[in-house]
């Protein structure tokens, strides 16, 4: 990279991409999390409650 | 010695919460499933740092961060798929499938899930093995994350300070570490979260803020260039040279090895189906997102500047500075430059991430031997010989995975970040087996059983082989290539165009390998039963 062009004093582009991206991704997942913070909830099937009651004599075996 | 008293105050009320917080749990039972049968909510932040405390473990901070400290900020792509991969993908596309069909399956553990969605106890078996082998790899390079930190902490040899933290980790596990109680996990994630945020803050601040630290890390690139310039550094500021040694190691293992690699993790995998809903997957979405970006963003960041510390200091980098030690760069830079209750709070933080992974490791070792290993045999063994069997499993791998990381450091040079490799090798090999099948069984109805079965076969064979005869700083150290081709490693120097064979990580052959089988059988192979895949599926 050219010695003078710098972000946020970091030389490289992809660098500093990658720095931003870290936080930019972060930040899409907390916009998903608010966005959804209610939704799919509640309905648990029977289903649900034969498995945890399964998973937790399991885990009681441990 | 004032230090050395505060670290055994903290560690002793850690360790006393820590038992608090499962006494009460036990008590109560509040255990993730209780929620489930019970029809009540856990805190989503309780709920989401008890995942973050899960995937975080001493590996990525000490191992990870050390490995910062040689190649540079480049790593923080690593960060970049850590979040969007193993956070957002995992969680949205992957999470809520795996939760509802492991309920319909009634699957308990990865190899169960496997083996009933392709109706293979064949599949079950195989995935329990590979599991059982090579998890202690894992397991091992995380209780040697800590151990490094302990042996420059209290200054005392490697070999006790691993002695000592295998007897809190093996006590955890004893004391009922394994129920993974909500709330002791989430206390872990929440003491994980407040160090590594605090470190963060005073190693910027100390060198002036962002910007200054970034610059002053920015101009000893001379200094790296001169000692790795060979091998493609280019400053820890810059990405190494494009097909360089270290551009490959940096991004075929280190980044994709581990950033993909983890979709396809057994004990992390296990956990969507502990989840009441999936609205508590999304809630998670947003506490993961930013925990990771703490911990990992953290860790590789601070690793990275710690060049700077060790340059003022002594005139060293950070690479000689610790004797070519690569797990001891953070301990070090700790030690030497944050005030010593910070360090000791940043061990705390450590030993909370270890247990709090090797406490998930150790339930899925367990498990695979008593239940997917025993099962699969069709012995149908009482329910106390079963319970014998699965906790002589977890003692098993316990004694192996301390035995690796006493044997690992005399076999492999100094300097190779054994620790990052270690975690990069175990991710690997799972993503190239398991992840056609597990992604594939999620998503398709087209996938046929004898397809999973020689996927996952050759991705497991094709990648075994690549570690053991051409991945070099494997191979080398195996000695199966010098014992058959008198030479360390197949393709030796020899290069196709950019790509440098010796330096390609075993998933991007594996992985390939793997897919193309999966889908070529899957077109010519006889599907299941359509009543079997309504069972996975649900009647939709």
Same mark, same amino acid.
């Given at each position: 990279?050219?010695?003078? #062009?710098?972000?946020? +004093?970091? /030389?490289?582009?992809? !660098?500093?991409?990658?720095? #931003?991206?870290?936080? +930019?991704? /972060?930040?899409?997942? !907390? ?32 | ?540």
């Amino acid at each position: 990279m050219e010695g003078d #062009v710098m972000y946020l +004093g970091i /030389a490289d582009f992809w !660098v500093f991409l990658a720095y #931003v991206l870290c936080i +930019g991704s /972060a930040v899409l997942c !907390v916009l998903y999390g608010l966005i959804n913070w209610n939704r799919n909830g509640g309905e648990i099937t029977p289903e649900d409650v034969t498995w945890a009651k399964e998973e937790d004599k399991l885990s009681e075996e441990l | 010695m004032e230090g050395t008293l505060f670290l055994f105050v903290i560690t002793m009320v850690y360790l006393f919460i820590t038992g608090y917080l499962g006494y009460l749990g036990y008590r109560n039972t509040k255990t993730a499933t209780d929620y489930m049968v019970a029809g009540r909510n856990a805190h989503p932040v309780v709920m989401a740092l008890s995942y973050g405390a899960t995937f975080i473990s001493t590996s990525a901070i000490v191992g990870f961060g050390g490995a910062a400290g040689m190649f540079g900020m480049s790593v923080l792509w690593l960060t970049v798929l850590n979040i969007s991969v193993g956070i957002f993908i995992a969680f949205v596309f992957l999470g809520k499938r795996t939760r509802a069909m492991g309920h319909r399956l009634n699957a308990h553990t990865f190899p169960e899930l496997v083996g009933r969605r392709f109706d293979s106890k064949f599949l079950g078996l195989f995935s329990a093995l590979v599991i059982i082998i090579f998890m202690p790899l894992y397991t091992s390079v995380v209780l040697m994350g800590a151990a490094k930190f302990i042996e420059v902490r209290l200054s005392i040899s490697y070999e006790a300070a691993l002695l000592f933290f295998s007897a809190i980790v093996a006590l955890y596990v004893i004391m009922g570490g394994l129920k993974g109680v909500m709330y002791t996990d989430a206390a872990q994630g929440g003491i994980m979260l407040v160090g590594m945020a605090a470190i963060l803050f005073l190693s910027y601040y100390k060198l002036g803020g962002i910007q200054s630290a970034h610059e002053q890390l920015t101009a000893l690139a001379p200094e790296a260039v001169s000692v790795f310039g060979k091998a493609g550094h280019q400053g820890w500021t810059s990405m190494p040279e494009f097909g360089s040694r270290f551009w490959w190691i940096v991004i075929s293992t280190l980044v994709m090895g581990v950033g993909i690699g983890v979709l396809a993790q057994p004990q992390l995998a296990v956990r969507f189906m502990t989840v009441k809903s999936n609205m508590e997957l999304n809630r998670a979405v947003m506490v993961g997102g930013v925990f990771i970006l703490l911990m990992t963003g953290t860790a590789f960041t601070v690793g990275a500047l710690s060049n700077v510390y060790f340059f003022n200091e002594s005139g060293q980098i950070a690479f000689f500075a610790t004797n070519k030690d690569i797990e001891q760069i953070i301990p070090e830079f700790l030690k030497r430059f944050m005030p010593f209750w910070m360090s000791d709070i940043f061990f705390v933080t450590l030993m909370a991430a270890a247990m709090s992974t090797a406490s998930g490791q150790f339930h899925v070792m367990g498990t695979s031997v008593g239940r997917d290993l025993f099962d699969a045999f069709g012995k149908n063994l009482s329910s106390n010989a079963s319970i014998l069997v699965t906790r002589l499993g977890i003692l098993i791998t316990l004694i192996a995975s301390v035995l690796l990381a006493y044997i690992l450091p005399v076999f492999f040079e100094s300097g190779i970040a054994i620790v990052a490799r270690g975690t990069a090798i175990f991710m690997g090999l799972c993503a190239a087996t398991f992840l056609p099948m597990y992604v594939g069984g999620l998503y398709t109805k087209r996938i046929t059983k004898s397809a999973a079965i020689w996927g996952g076969l050759a991705g497991f064979i094709v990648s075994l082989l690549w570690i053991l005869f051409v991945h070099e700083k494997e191979s080398s150290v195996l000695l199966a290539c010098n014992a058959l081709f008198g030479r360390p490693s197949f393709f030796g120097e020899t290069r196709t165009g950019f790509i440098l064979w010796s330096e390609v990580d075993a998933l991007f052959i594996g992985l390939p390998v793997s897919v193309v089988i999966t889908v070529v059988l899957s077109c010519i192979t006889k599907s299941l039963p359509l009543e079997h895949l309504k069972r996975c599926f649900g009647a939709g």
